[in-house]
């Protein structure tokens, strides 16, 4: 499995941004799909995750209510919409995949930069 990951940038606090991760390679096995982030000194962070068949998704309680993550239906790519966004957001962010059966997210994207000015 192989992720490409876009659409990072510099957004002022209160603006939106829309990352992308572009998914190919082996992908019959995918059962989860998530976006991280690791802001610099710090650990890094799940963010939203979605299970790839049923649909289902998962948001860490700072970005609830403000970042979406989806799926197209060929289920190609991966995206974060993330609106209201803040300082605090501003972070390296990473998308990855779990294959099924396994213990965690096996597959990682090379990281796109997002920063929030205030």
């Known amino acids: 499995v192989q992720l490409q990951a876009s659409g990072g940038g510099l957004v002022q606090a209160g603006g939106s941004l829309r990352l992308s991760c572009a998914i190919s390679g082996r992908t019959a096995n995918i059962h989860t799909m998530g976006w991280f982030r690791q802001a610099p000194g710090k650990e890094r962070e799940s963010v939203a995750t979605i299970n790839w068949s049923g649909g289902s998704t998962y948001y860490a309680d700072s970005v609830k209510g403000r970042f979406t993550i989806s799926r197209d239906n060929a289920k190609t790519t991966v995206i974060l919409q993330m609106n209201s966004l803040k300082p605090e957001d501003t972070a390296v962010y990473y998308c990855?995949?779990?294959?099924?059966?396994?213990?965690?997210?096996?597959?990682w994207g090379q990281g796109t930069q997002v920063t929030v000015s205030s």
């Open positions: 990855a995949a779990r294959r099924r059966f396994s213990a965690g997210f096996g597959y």
